[in-house]
């Protein structure tokens, strides 16, 4: 059950945080790399997000009360795929649609987000976008409730309602933690190669400002402030690292920012957000921090098993921006710290 309680503790962490916009112009890329994609029609569950659903987008978009994020993957086919389509192994409906279907969380940022108007879609989808532009392919999103993934038969389950339908061939997001929970007949899914890693990061603030390890919290016994029901929290448990938890990543910077705290260790998807909500922050992650082993895992995509094509392929691109630094360039203009794959 560990990878379900990470990846529950990670998404819901950063997935229901407020978000701020980040300008794009804050992610340009150089000339030589991919320009981000030009948004088209973004659908949730394969149908467009509006009236024809009888859905009224929001002034603003709160997971919370959106009934469509929370209602997780429904069962529809993705748009503009044809029934024989349906029938090809994920590389042969690539090349015949010219399209990569993806499956993402539409509001897990920075890694993915339902965008519009040009903002920035997340990493992930950037990443994705360059891949295929370097094939002349296209994408093609389709925004799944990643907290609904867990186990065949659960509820919404992305998993079980998506890939394993054929409704996107490759399901961002993912979290390696060498358990295999999710795995459940039919699923069948495996990893793509990793193509980089989070973990938890020390930030911290005024008096706190001189520590650069876990060992100097404990050592001066300085009070971190931490995610409840997390890894890390866990983890300062068992090792006897004074602490305070407080519910989500976001709420543990609240903390920093009202003063309550001057340490603290969050997740490192989660400072690109705070860099955006509170701006008035005088927060920093120590400089050259690189988590420690036991919390740190790699990120990386899922694919059915039996799409042995489509997955070198994937891997073979991420191999290649590993190599050209484009992944870790794309990171970092996210705001987030790069890690480069364990693995």
């Not at 706190?208 to 050592?219: E, H, I, M, P």
């Not at 990120?299 to 290649?320: C, P, Q």
Request: glycine fraction near 8%.
């Amino acid at each position: 059950m560990f990878f379900a309680a990470l990846n529950r503790t990670l998404i819901i962490s950063m997935s229901l945080a407020p978000l701020a916009l980040l300008a794009p112009s804050a992610l340009a890329q150089s000339e030589t790399e991919a320009v981000v994609m030009k948004l088209q029609d973004e659908f949730v569950y394969g149908r467009n997000r509006g009236p024809k659903m009888g859905y009224v987008e929001p002034e603003v978009f709160e997971p919370l009360s959106d009934p469509l994020y929370r209602a997780g993957y429904k069962n529809y086919r993705p748009v503009g795929v044809t029934g024989e389509q349906m029938k090809m192994n994920a590389m042969d409906r690539t090349k015949d649609l010219g399209t990569i279907l993806a499956c993402a969380d539409g509001w897990f940022w920075p890694f993915s987000r339902t965008a519009r108007n040009n903002e920035p879609a997340g990493l992930e989808v950037e990443i994705l976008n360059s891949i295929a532009k370097k094939h002349d392919l296209n994408i093609d999103m389709m925004w799944v409730n990643m907290n609904t993934r867990f186990g065949y038969g659960a509820p919404g389950g992305a998993f079980d309602l998506s890939i394993n339908r054929g409704l996107c061939d490759i399901v961002l997001g993912l979290t390696v933690t060498g358990s295999d929970d999710h795995q459940l007949d039919p699923s069948q899914i495996v990893y793509s190669k990793p193509y980089m890693s989070t973990g938890f990061v020390l930030v911290t603030q005024g008096p706190a400002k001189g520590l650069t390890s876990l060992d100097d919290v404990k050592n001066l016994n300085v009070k971190l402030g931490l995610p409840a029901y997390s890894p890390m929290s866990d983890y300062a448990d068992e090792n006897g690292i004074p602490h305070e938890t407080f519910f989500q990543n976001f709420r543990v910077i609240d903390a920093m920012v009202e003063g309550k705290v001057d340490a603290a260790m969050i997740w490192s998807g989660a400072i690109s957000q705070a860099k955006l909500n509170r701006p008035e922050g005088q927060f920093q992650m120590v400089k050259g921090y690189v988590p420690i082993p036991e919390m740190r895992w790699d990120s990386a995509w899922g694919l059915k098993k039996t799409e042995v094509e489509f997955k070198k392929f994937i891997d073979d691109a991420f191999d290649e921006m590993l190599e050209s630094g484009e992944i870790k360039r794309i990171v970092e203009r996210y705001g987030m710290p790069y890690y480069p794959p364990m693995e």
